[in-house]
T-cell receptor, first 113, second 110 residues
């Protein structure tokens, strides 16, 4: 199957700083990638759809100025959490669709102190 | 609005017992339904896709459009089946994401 990687796997930062999370498609090209957020023992909530070469589409209630998404190439999408606060602490997961099947990255655990 | 409902948060069974994880969806169009599994400390991985109609690890699921259901079944549970199971819906439109249910934790004990 297709492989989606994320970096870093975990990050701890101070409140007020910005954190960038990378999502890469290793063996395929992805014009669209999806960013999810998962709280402990809860389901995945779609945050935004990342489109290569154009603006991301954000779900209702997701602050686009806080969660900046850039999809500059067919294999890389980045999510930057700007001015992070403790309530942004969560597990962030990216996904891409190949041949009708959705593949997921391993996730990035963000802890904001 | 499109929605996926998994009514059970936790399902505990003994090894060898039958398992049925329930999933209902709401969507007026022609959906694609999936079951994804997340083992402890691992990424989500595809278990079943309704259009493929195959059995993976002994699990099967049939799409019932009349009841708008896509229940996951296995006749004899194994301890290694213990995991979080998510039912998910795709609108079958280019560029649209999966919509997940809240998930059901399956716990199989000996």
């Amino acid at each position: 199957g297709a492989v989606v990687s994320q970096h870093p796997s975990w990050v701890i930062c101070k409140s007020g700083t910005s954190v960038k999370i990378e999502c890469r498609s290793l063996d395929f090209q992805a014009t669209t990638m999806f960013w999810y957020r998962q709280f402990p023992k809860q389901s995945l909530m779609l945050m935004a759809t990342s489109n290569e070469g154009s603006k991301a589409t954000y779900e209702q209630g997701v602050e686009k100025d806080k969660f900046l998404i850039n999809h500059a190439s067919l294999t890389l999408s980045t999510l930057t959490v700007t001015s992070a606060h403790p309530e942004d602490s969560s597990f962030y997961i990216c996904s891409a669709r190949v041949a009708g099947v959705f593949f997921f990255g391993p996730g990035t655990r963000l802890t904001v102190l | 609005a499109q929605r996926v409902t998994q009514p059970e948060k936790l399902l505990s069974v003994f090894k060898g017992a039958p398992v049925e994880l329930k999933c209902n969806y709401s969507y007026s169009g022609s959906p694609e339904l999936f079951w994804y599994v997340q083992y402890s400390r691992q990424r989500l991985q595809l278990l079943l896709r309704h259009i493929s109609r195959e059995s993976i690890k002994g699990f099967t699921a049939d799409l019932n459009k009349g009841e708008t259901s896509f229940h996951l079944k296995k006749p004899f549970a194994q301890e290694e089946d213990s995991a979080m199971y998510y039912c998910a819906l795709s609108l079958n439109q280019a560029g649209t994401a999966l919509i997940f249910g809240k998930g059901t934790t399956l716990s199989v004990s000996s």
